[in-house]
C-alpha cells in the first residue's frame, strides 16, 4: 500500500526550500521547516510570509487559507524534530559534504520507513545516499524554481533505491500537481543537463561584450518565446547555486560548454548573487 504522507520535513529554507514548504503546506501537508539557526530560521519565515502575502494581494489566497497554511508549518532549528515525518527533503547549498554530513544526521533520527530526499540539482544522489545506513530509501526529489509555481519534478533512482519508494515518491509529486519524470543520477538530470549550457553560454556573450544584458534577453525573451532572458533567469536562480552547478557538471563530463564563465565566480565572490542579494546580472529593489 502507498504511503500515506502528512507530515513531513524540509531542511534548509533558502530560495529552493522555503518554495519547497509552500507547496506542501498548500497542499494540507504539515511542515517542520528547518534551518541551521535561528536568524536562518527567521530568514526562511519571511521568504515564505513574502511569498503567501504576494498570493494574498494578488487575490490567489484568502487570508483564512493564508492563515491555515502558516499554521501547518512549524519552524525550527532542531534537526531531531524530523523523527514523525515520513519523508524529509534536504534542501541545502550544493555541497556534496554538508548533504552527506545532513544525511548521516537524519538516518540516525527517522523512523524506520521514513523516505530521505535530496533536492540536489547536479550532485551525485548515490553519493549523499551512502551516507546513510539504507540507501535503499533514499531518492532524489527535483524542484523547479519557482517552486510553487513550476509543475514539474524530476524523480532520481539510484541503483539501490527501492521501487516502492521510487512510486511513493512519484505519486506525491503528482499529490502535488507536479508532473514527475523518472531519470538517472547523472549530473544535471535532464532539464539543467540542457539548460545549464544555454545559461553559461548567454553569461560568456555578456562577458564579452558581444552584446548588452537586455538585448541577450530580449533575444529569448521575444525572439524565442521564453517566459525570462537566460542572465535574469541567472539571477533567479541565484549566481551562487548555478556556479556550482556548472562546476559540478563541468567536473564530472569536463565539456567546454559547462565550465563556469570566470564573471560568475567574481560575481559570486563580489556577493552579487542574484535577486536573493538584491544584485546580480540586474539590480533589484
Ligand atoms: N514564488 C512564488 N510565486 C511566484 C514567484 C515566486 N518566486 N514568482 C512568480 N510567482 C507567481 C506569481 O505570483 C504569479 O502567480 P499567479 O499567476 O497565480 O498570480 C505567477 O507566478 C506568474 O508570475 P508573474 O506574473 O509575476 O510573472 P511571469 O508571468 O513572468 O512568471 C515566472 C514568472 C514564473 C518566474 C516565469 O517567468 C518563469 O517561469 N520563468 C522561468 C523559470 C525557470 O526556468 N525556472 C527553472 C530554473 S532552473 C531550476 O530551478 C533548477 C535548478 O536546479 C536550479
Redesign the pocket.
Known amino acids: 500500500m502507498a504511503r500515506e504522507f502528512s507530515k513531513v520535513a524540509v531542511v534548509g529554507l533558502g530560495?529552493?526550500g522555503a518554495?519547497i514548504v509552500?507547496v506542501f503546506a498548500r497542499n494540507a501537508i504539515d511542515v517542520v521547516a528547518i534551518e541551521v539557526d535561528d536568524a536562518a530560521v527567521e530568514k526562511g519565515r519571511g521568504v515564505l510570509q513574502h511569498?503567501t502575502d504576494?498570493?494574498v494581494s494578488?487575490g490567489?489566497l484568502s487570508e483564512d487559507d493564508q492563515a491555515a497554511l502558516h499554521s501547518r508549518v512549524h519552524f525550527t532549528s532542531s534537526i531531531d524534530e524530523v523523527a514523525d515525518c515520513q519523508l524529509v527533503i534536504e534542501a541545502v547549498p550544493e555541497h556534496l559534504h554538508l548533504k552527506r554530513e545532513i544525511f548521516a544526521k537524519l538516518d540516525a533520527v527517522v523512523g524506520p520507513d521514513a523516505i530521505l530526499a535530496t533536492?540536489t540539482?547536479?550532485l551525485s544522489v548515490t553519493e549523499i545516499a551512502v551516507a546513510t545506513s539504507n540507501p535503499k530509501r533514499v531518492v532524489g526529489m527535483?524542484?523547479?524554481?519557482?517552486?510553487?509555481?513550476?509543475q514539474f519534478v524530476e524523480v532520481i533512482r539510484t541503483v539501490v533505491t527501492e521501487d516502492e519508494v521510487f512510486e511513493d515518491v512519484k505519486a506525491l509529486a503528482q499529490r502535488l500537481g507536479k508532473q514527475p519524470v523518472v531519470v538517472g543520477d547523472k549530473a544535471g538530470f535532464i532539464?539543467?543537463a540542457l539548460?545549464f549550457g544555454y545559461l553559461n553560454h548567454a553569461v560568456a556573450m555578456f562577458e564579452s561584450k558581444y552584446a548588452s544584458r537586455e538585448d541577450i534577453d530580449a533575444a529569448m525573451k521575444l525572439g524565442c518565446g521564453?517566459?525570462?532572458g537566460p542572465l535574469a533567469?541567472m539571477d533567479?536562480?541565484?549566481l551562487d547555486?548555478?556556479y556550482e552547478?556548472l562546476d559540478t557538471m563541468y567536473k564530472q563530463g569536463r565539456d567546454r560548454l559547462h565550465a563556469p564563465s570566470p564573471i560568475l565566480k567574481q560575481m559570486v565572490s563580489a556577493g552579487l548573487k542574484g535577486r536573493k542579494s538584491g544584485r546580480g546580472f540586474y539590480t533589484y529593489a
Open positions: 530560495t529552493m518554495g509552500e511569498s504576494r498570493a494578488r490567489k533536492n540539482s547536479s527535483h524542484f523547479f524554481n519557482p517552486a510553487p509555481v513550476l532539464a539543467n539548460l521564453y517566459p525570462m533567469l533567479l536562480i541565484g547555486t548555478a552547478i
